[in-house]
């Protein structure tokens, strides 16, 4: 099982930037799977989840409709499209892998975290 996120980088305030996180050997491809970020010095923090289907998506109360988290099933790939990025969202963003296929009610629930993915948002 390995959940591998990508796609980070140095972006500036307001730019666009879309994480991937690949299933390798699909093991999450029928459960939700979710995003959390941790920035220096602060806990985890819940980003946006998608359930099996991806009918179901939660977010995080500060993504205030800057993100998009979508899933591909047929790729065993998920992502995250964030925009209008701010200083704020500079973090370690990590995708992980639920056991159910719904949404779970405490986010942090996860099965198996993957790696991270450094986002930085600086001017």
């Known amino acids: 099982v390995q959940l591998q996120a990508s796609g980070g980088g140095l972006v500036k305030p307001g730019d666009s930037l879309t994480l991937s996180c690949v299933d390798s050997?699909?093991?999450?491809?029928?459960?939700?799977v979710g995003w959390f970020r941790q920035s220096q010095g602060k806990e985890r923090e819940f980003v946006a989840a998608?359930?099996?289907?991806?009918?179901?998506?939660d977010y995080g109360d500060f993504v205030k409709g800057r993100f998009i988290i979508s899933r591909d099933n047929a790729k065993n790939t998920y992502y995250l499209q964030m925009n209008a990025l701010e200083p704020e969202d500079t973090a370690v963003y990590y995708c992980?892998?639920?056991?159910?296929?719904?949404?779970?009610?405490?986010?942090?629930?996860?099965?198996?975290w993957g790696r991270g993915t450094q986002v930085t948002v600086s001017s």
């Open positions: 992980a892998g639920y056991r159910t296929a719904l949404i779970p009610s405490r986010k942090s629930d996860a099965y198996y």
């Open positions: 050997g699909g093991a999450f491809s029928g459960y939700a």
């Open positions: 998608i359930s099996r289907g991806g009918g179901s998506r």
